[in-house]
């Protein structure tokens, strides 16, 4: 099925013509959409009418195989009984608005910071695909800021010397400078990983920053001067002409590229509003768009 894409912003992120992508099964039509990733790295699909398994299943032809280990899981049980599942919504146990206290909302508050799904593991998160099911009256939207274009419009010097740097990511570090507490039975499932500063994405070769709020330090630095870099970089990387703002609307499936992107969601009044979505998250691992696409 052919496939056409708007832009909906200068530099990243398009709109999708109709499609019911839990029908999508064959080799073209993955193909096209894993081609949109790269050119645009944000993709918009409408009026999704997913059951959480559809979705599912979606997430591995589109992207091989899910991540399952998401911060939350050493805080809380899944609601949704499947790890592979996101829940991104404020509900409790009993689908009711959770409490200001509750754990779980203070834990999902660090997704107010801007972020990349899933770096303070290895793998890392590739393609985010988050689903909305309930969507409140009010503005509860999501930002995302392009880390390619970012990069190219930093200075050569600092482009030369971000060459090699790597940095360490810690779920419990975004969490901390919130003033979540975690046990010592939980940050010790929590170790973090290190990635590199900078990345080149498979095909289209396009360089990006990795930045995230979990990003604790540089390696090798000193704590204060690598802290202040990321501090300045993400500074950089979030200003308005690289960011998009997406208001949700039921249905929506957005799909988007943790290499390629960073991402935050918004305050609206969580005490009032219910808003459910889930999200899948792909391994970073070897793609199946080489595979497919023999390229
Ligand atoms: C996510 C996320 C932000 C939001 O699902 O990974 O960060 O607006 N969501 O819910
Ligand atoms: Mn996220």
Known sequence: MALSFRKLHRHFVAESSPIELRNVRDPETLTEIRRGMDEHAVLVFRAQPFTDAEQLA??????????????SR??????????????????DQDGEIMQADDRR????????LWHTDASFRDPAGRYSMLHARVVPSVPADTEFADMRAAYDAL?????TQLEG?????????????????????????????????????????????????????IVDWPLAEGRLLLRDLTEHATQREFVYRHA????????????????????????????????????????????????
């Open 165 to 217: 740097l790597r940095a360490h990511h810690s779920i419990a570090h975004s969490r901390q400078l919130l003033g979540f507490e975690f046990s010592q039975g939980e940050q010790d499932q929590l170790t973090g990983a290190i990635h590199p500063v900078v990345r080149t994405i498979p095909c289209s070769l396009r360089r990006s920053l990795y930045l995230a709020s979990h990003q604790s330090r």
């Open 58 to 71: 979606f997430a591995q032809r589109l992207d091989g195989r899910l991540h399952q280990s998401g911060g």
């Open 74 to 91: 050493v805080i809380a049980k899944n609601r949704l009984g499947n790890e592979a599942l996101s829940d991104i919504s404020n509900l």
């Open 248 to 295: 949700w609307r039921m249905g929506d499936l957005v799909i988007w590229d943790n290499r390629a992107t960073m991402h935050r969601g918004r305050p609206f009044d969580d005490s009032k509003y219910r808003r459910e979505l889930r999200r899948v998250t792909t391994l970073d691992i070897e793609q199946p768009a080489f595979v497919a696409s023999g390229s």
């Open 105 to 112: 909302r203070q834990y999902g508050l660090g997704n107010r």
């Open 155 to 159: 200075p050569a010097e600092t482009k």
